[in-house]
């Protein structure tokens, strides 16, 4: 029998399966419901310092290939995580759990970082895919690597705790912006965040999500994140958890190979189901025995 | 693995007709074989505005309806829909009502829960099924659905208003507790409930009392409405509405935290439902 | 019978559906052989001052979602193009053409637009965006606005020809990129070229393309080259040639809702064999007439 | 439309069995139920190094064959694997020789096309066709696959060498010459040639003589393999060798500027065939 479990930044995983951030995340019972499933850890939906209205409905829809959407970060801000979500997920905690917290100044990402910390999450990942409303082309901080590098440095001075950024593959060159967090104390990465996307429904001819445009997950962004994972590890060699596309366990096992440590998976529930985590474990396990892996340290990073 | 194809996009349909209900409700039929089962809902779309959760009211596979309540900006901009207007729609999602040949049901609705009701009773009643049919309003003017159900076979209408302006005064809980205390001996009773949620809790304890089977049309506040979002995610199991639900078995229900108890809003903020 | 003629800078295509650069585009008799099928024009692979040697097998990989290539821009130089592909097109040529070059210095581009021009292409098309080819600053010309720019006018004064820009999507706002572009003179652009993708094969436990990496393309791409689109048109209100992940009619119609006036077409052969264009236009026909559109004209740009 | 499921993505696939044809050639087994009929080709990886189009010289749905003659790097690689030895495979690709039942064939090889003859010459006899087997080599060493030809029913060999090493000396042409002398008024006559494009252009000139109808496997440079990229197109009707081809009908190349002419290589440029 295969060993999935992995390390990351020193906390334990049982599996390498982790629940993206935005999917299930909304409240402790079912980021708890999806470790019950399989998950070997679970990722908050994006936390904010305050309560924050999302967009209207739509605010996805997919078809075999693809997802898009734009549910805006909706979130209750911090008072909700601290007083309900971390409380009610840490007593009789099942697995770690990383914290993904969300702000469009420096200034609130370092005040929410200071705050989550003493949530007690496992790992804090800063989901950089925001824009920047000091910036003058109001970019998204992973966008600019010197934005996202200064974000770093701020929230690295709030905690002790493993704290990984979150990148954009709406880039040129991803590999850069990771080496200038890297300088700057990140422990690790997430990435995929969704690329660029919209949908038009020809009989309606309006965009079908209300806010016109959104972020495109699922099957058909499998090689993005494979590529900027292979880029990251390349250039930082440090954790990463392999986010984007991932369906199935042969999946997992193709963006380990690329460089990651642990593997996000959010769109698959569309196409499997909660109970796909439990599946695509076994998937792993299946292939780990016919290839003789004993232990996914053997996999991380092998394709270099 | 297999993925099944999977397509979340919408079908564009007109409007075919519109029935007034009453003050504050209207049906919208659609001429489309949506193929929905009893208790299941669709999601429905107005362009460049929003888009919700709407039950299934009728589908014979030619044609759905869909019963409007006018309580904000989305129910209302429905209400100001002619027909030949356009709207899209995707579904049908959820779980459904499940009964069998002769049983015997009663079902209790409040507010526009009547219209769902409606679709179980015609389902049932085609089967055979003895139908008590429970419907209780504040006052008559807010029933509706009422001369559709009266024209089912095997179908037996009870009504209370809190006004005693029509049916029985006073709750409509007290009506299913005469029925049960005569009838729950008859085996294969079922009752099946859609209304406020308080309503439905009430329900479900009359059930306990006499040891009837339950089952619920829960309403959570909904965004995909498939299962990926998270927002309808019930306390503490972290059972989705959209995809366990939005038919659930009370037994499971009964002990939750949530239930009676409170929703949450498009931000995953928690609102009691009686003020604490 | 709805008319599906649309004129592209004044040049006039009996249907929007143009063939992408690279795909079936070695020969001027594989280019006839595309229109014959039912495209409404043709655009060539993309042409080097030089012969230019590209990547080794594998060079190419899809999937039912995506299609990975990393062919390396081969091609036999401007020479070929001027004595036997354009000379052989141009005898009884049954559409337009569209001269794609691509060059690793804006000299050549320059000389190359010279060149290329002399052939008496419809439309000239800057390959400013594949990822297989970049400047001495790492990125390809179209990942920097200035770049962009500086290429478009140098070329410009190079030709009187309709000059449009093809635009890679790995950038974080492609729309300002298009916008430095048509300051310089561009007529019109061309969106998508290829994202970033990789594929590993789990089983040799290495990257498929013996490049390793290469360009995303399919059916996966297409919310992000309807996206591109849009904000382009939005942009600069130039004619565009939607392209990504076209495959049907509905498609079509779609990435022209969007803003496209021309649709580029690739991958969708893989999956439908050449013979797909003339389905893609009859798709069209049916839907133009299911729903009373008499004349393209009525749906471009119209989901803005 | 539907799109049908399609992946290029590799069989990893171990070497079972390696043959030595000639001191130029080899032959690697894979048990591996492939699908391939003859005439049709596979790709062949070898990881980080290159990737060729190979014919199918022999598949019966439990394993198969693929003949390599070593002539430049990615053929001296592949001359370099041990049995148990990885290689990726994707396929089979391409059109096939179509045959009936008891009809009369002539397969005319040259090279390493002695390899996918065979396969077409099994199934063949195994119908009960009545085949004759021509093939043409500079001189003996050169020659592949006899003895599996002459363990074949109802299969007759002709060997022709430029040196007279064995069979009869000369050109292979002119023993089918002599053979459609005698035997083209036979109905169902056909003649199948896989060889050095020369060669088969000579071919199809005899056939053209005795209005015989020929088969070709024409060999272009390939890229993809699956009728995606260009290089393999035909001039000047671009039709493409990997997906209209490699098997085509010598009437429709007979006429063709290319064909025994020209070649292109990875870039596109054109090589002629002979000094012009
Ligand atoms: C499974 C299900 C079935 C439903 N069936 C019907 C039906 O048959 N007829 C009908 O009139 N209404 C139905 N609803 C309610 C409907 O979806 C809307 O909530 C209602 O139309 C109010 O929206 P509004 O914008 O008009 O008013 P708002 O002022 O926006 O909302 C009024 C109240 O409705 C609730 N609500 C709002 N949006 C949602 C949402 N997306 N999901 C769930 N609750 C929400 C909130 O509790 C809010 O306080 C159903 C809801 C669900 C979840
Ligand atoms: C349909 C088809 C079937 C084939 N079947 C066989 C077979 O059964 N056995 C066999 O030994 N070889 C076969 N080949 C040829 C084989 O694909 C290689 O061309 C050969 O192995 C030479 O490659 P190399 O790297 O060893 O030598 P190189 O020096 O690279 O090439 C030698 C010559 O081979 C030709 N060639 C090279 N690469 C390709 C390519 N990708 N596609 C087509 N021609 C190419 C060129 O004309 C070149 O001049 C087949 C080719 C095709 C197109
Ligand atoms: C519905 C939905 C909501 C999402 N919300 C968030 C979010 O709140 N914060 C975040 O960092 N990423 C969010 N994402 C991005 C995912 O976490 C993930 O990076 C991306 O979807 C790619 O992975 P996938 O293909 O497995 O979904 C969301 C994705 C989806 C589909
Ligand atoms: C095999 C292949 C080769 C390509 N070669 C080129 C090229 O030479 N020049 C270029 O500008 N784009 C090239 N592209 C990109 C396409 O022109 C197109 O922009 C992209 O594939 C998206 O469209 P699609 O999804 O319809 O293929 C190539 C794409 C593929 C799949
Ligand atoms: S509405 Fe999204 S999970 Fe139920
Ligand atoms: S080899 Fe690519 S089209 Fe034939």
Redesign the interface.
């Known amino acids: 029998m295969a060993n999935l479990e992995v390390k990351f930044c020193g906390v334990k995983f049982s599996n390498p399966t982790v629940l993206a951030s935005g999917i299930l995340g909304v409240t402790a019972s079912s980021l708890k419901n999806v470790i019950r499933n399989g998950a070997g850890g679970v990722t908050t939906k994006s936390i904010w310092l305050e309560e924050h209205i999302g967009h209207k409905n739509p605010t996805m829809f997919g078809t075999e290939h693809y997802f898009v959407n734009a549910v805006g970060l909706s979130d209750a801000g911090m008072k909700k995580a601290a007083e309900e979500t971390f409380p009610e997920y840490n007593k009789n905690k099942p697995a770690p759990i990383i914290a993904n917290i969300v702000a469009s100044s420096m200034e609130d990402f370092a005040k929410l970082t200071e705050e989550i910390t003493k949530c007690d999450p496992d790992i804090i990942e800063l989901n950089l895919g925001c824009p920047n409303v000091e910036d003058q082309h109001g970019k998204p901080f992973s966008c600019v690597a010197a934005d996202a590098a200064k974000v770093t440095k701020l929230c690295r001075a709030m905690t002790k705790k493993p704290l990984i950024i979150k990148l954009t593959p709406n880039v040129s060159d991803i590999a850069t912006v990771a080496k200038a967090c890297a300088a700057e104390g990140a422990d690790g990465f997430c990435a995929i965040n969704t690329l660029y996307g919209m949908g038009i429904d020809i009989n309606m001819r309006r965009p079908i999500l209300t806010n016109k445009s959104g972020g495109l997950s699922g099957p058909g962004i499998k090689p993005s994140a494979v590529k900027a994972v292979y880029d990251i590890y390349k250039a930082t060699k440090l954790p990463i958890v392999g986010t984007g596309g991932i369906m199935t366990g042969e999946d997992v096992l193709e963006i380990m190979m690329a460089g990651a440590r642990l593997v996000g998976i959010g769109t698959m529930v569309n196409y499997r189901g909660v109970e796909g985590f439990g599946e695509i474990v076994k998937e792993m396990e299946k292939w780990c025995e016919e290839n003789g892996v004993k232990d996914l340290e053997e996999i991380i990073g092998v394709a270099q | ?1 297999h ?8 079908k ?1 349909l007109r409007i075919k007709k519109i029935l007034e209900e009453n003050p504050t409700t209207k049906t919208f039929i659609f001429e489309y074989p949506l193929g929905g089962k009893p208790g299941q809902f669709a ?1 429905i ?1 107005l ?6 959760p709407m039950s299934i009211a009728f589908d014979d596979g030619k044609e759905f309806w869909i019963t409007i309540c006018k309580v904000g900006p989305f129910s209302s901009a429905m209400h100001e829909l002619n027909v030949g207007d ?1 709207v ?1 729609i995707r579904g049908p999602f959820g779980t459904s009502y499940k009964f069998k040949k002769g049983e015997n049901l009663a079902l209790v609705a409040g507010g526009y829960g009547a219209a769902p009701m409606y679709f179980v009773a015609y389902e049932a009643s085609n089967m055979g099924c003895h139908v008590d049919f429970l419907i209780g309003a504040r006052n008559k003017d807010l029933l509706l659905y009422t001369h559709k159900i009266l024209s089912l076979a095997n179908t037996k209408l009870h009504i209370s208003t809190n006004d005693g302006s029509v049916g029985v005064q006073g709750f409509i809980t007290q009506v299913l507790d005469q029925i049960l205390a005569d009838s729950h001996s008859k085996k294969d009773y079922k009752v099946f409930t859609c209304g406020p949620e308080v309503m439905m809790k009430a329900v479900g304890d009359v059930c306990d009392k006499y040891k009837t089977p339950a089952w619920l049309s829960m309403e959570k506040y909904m ?2 409405g ?6 309808c ?8 509405c959209c ?1 366990d639900g939005p038919v659930m078995e009370w037994k499971k229900l009964r002990k939750l935290p949530e239930m009676g108890e409170y929703h ?1 809003d ?5 609102h009691y439902l009686r003020a604490k």
Request: glycine residues 14%.
């Open positions: 693995m993925i099944k194809t999977f397509d979340t996009r919408f564009t999601m779309w362009p460049g505005f929003d888009e919700k356009k899209g965004k995909c498939i299962g990926v979002c998270g927002q995610a019930i306390d503490d199991t972290g059972a989705l995809v949450r498009a931000q995953g903020k928690k």
